[in-house]
């Protein structure tokens, strides 16, 4: 029988796969928020967090869901055309850090490609209580594209190539 966990609303609230992790349900975590986060709405990814989940975004700090809700809000009306992908690096119990790039324009039609690192810390119903993300971005031509729109279905749930240059 799977586990059930309650929220503070008397509500379950499960964002499974749950920790601990294996390679197995870490690689399905990092696809998970990978889909969610490249639909670029900020109510459904914020649902993958605590009420109280902690953030650490470049030089922000954002707390809650509702200051998560915001913070997408405002990043996705600068960031156009928004493209994203994670791969996992490492895991351990209720821990996961991944690499990622995503590739965007602004409002002048500038293109950016983004490298980064994420650590995950996650609570014992699978919602992120923690995330840390450090983040470079590099000005692109858009012919240096290389991430378009989400996955292909034949590329779901598998390492990513994310090459440095």
Not at 16 to 22: A, K, L
Not at 25 to 43: G, I
Not at 97 to 114: K, L, N, T
Request: aromatic letters at 12%; glycine letters at 6%; a negative charge.
């Amino acid at each position: 029988m799977p586990r059930r966990f309650v929220g503070p609303s008397g509500m379950t609230e499960a964002r499974p796969p749950i920790p601990p992790y294996d390679l197995d349900t870490a690689r399905q975590k990092v696809q998970a928020a990978e889909d969610a986060w490249n639909t670029c709405d900020p109510h459904r990814v914020s649902l993958a967090y605590t009420v109280d989940s902690v953030w650490r975004n470049r030089d922000q700090f954002v707390t809650g869901r509702a200051a998560i809700v915001e913070f997408l809000t405002a990043k996705w009306e600068r960031e156009r055309s928004y493209a994203l992908r994670k791969s996992l690096w490492s895991y351990t119990g209720n821990r996961i850090a991944v690499r990622f790039q995503y590739e965007c324009h602004d409002g002048s039609g500038q293109w950016w490609r983004s490298y980064g690192n994420e650590l995950w810390e996650f609570d014992d119903n699978g919602l992120m209580r923690r995330r840390e993300a450090s983040i470079n971005d590099v000005r692109i031509e858009e012919a240096e594209r290389r991430i378009f729109g989400p996955r292909g279905d034949d590329e779901r749930g598998a390492d990513v190539e994310l090459p440095l240059c």
